[in-house]
């Protein structure tokens, strides 16, 4: 039985974990990291994972089911390598598993996968979202309008989107510049395309300016997560260098954010990303370490824990190896 802060399952090595409750239980959508060895390098050629496997627990306090292979590489048409961090979505009496992979140009896209049910087995489209760019998709559901949330610096390659179109040398922009942000795109009612052209959110300092890139305690990196709370929607995700999970509030789901604080101290493993999720009146942070593989980057196992918001809205801020 898996208790909160240690693996929800040791049999393989999971990360990015999205998680969602459906039919009335906990389902995660993670990563599923391979057993090899590999030398870490900026552009994440460590993380070279070829399915997915769904999770799901009836309760905080239950076991963890691994419902088993749900998607493999070999069976998306478009996509070469690298299945990155996925997540899912309900809607039109279905279930959507949305994830990036590099396609056979090396180019990163997301793509989508359908299934009757949440733990799969999913069935992918034949061809990318249309539009679609770099990696970490987070879709968030507001009513009847569904956004998704994506993009990731350096290996995810969001710099080099600056212009609209791919440009394969392109770098970030100066430190003293406003930096990068996530990228959102509202979902047309078949899940499968985008409404309009995909646009980038602006974060801002408490004064309403724009986060700088050289800002790499608060600047936008990969990993976006988006949940309400209270009325106001919490755009949540990794500073990537600076290994935390951080969190900016607004009132609109595509922005402006205001930059608030910090919601997961660095993990051991160079990467974070997490996912938020509400049950029976909880809050539940579900995130990831690299401790039951002794720190390796690339082996990371899928934890959570309860994460609590002042009177005032903002969040407690979790240490993963606090008491
Ligand atoms: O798992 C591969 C990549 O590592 C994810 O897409 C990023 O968010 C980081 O966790």
Redesign the pocket.
Known sequence: MPKQNEPLVTHIYT??PSAHVYEGKIYIYP?H?LDHEMQSNDN?DQ?D?EDYHVLSMDTPDGPCVDHGEALHLRDVPWAKQQL??PDAAYRNNQYYLFF?ARDHDNIFRIGVATSASPAGPFKAESSYIPGSFS??PAVFLDGDKAYMYFG?LW??QLEKWQTGSFAPDAEGPAADAPALGPIVAELNDDMLTFKQAPQEISILDENGEPILAGDEDRRYF??PWMHKYNGLYYLSY?TGTTHKIVYAVGENPAGPFTFKGTILNPVLGW???HSIVEFDGKWYLFY?DSSLSGGADNKRSVKFTELKYNEDGTIVTIDPYGE
């Open positions: 990360a990015d990563s990291d994440g993380y994972m990155w961090a990036p990696i970490d990731g290996g995810g990969e990993g990794s990467t974070t990303h990831h």
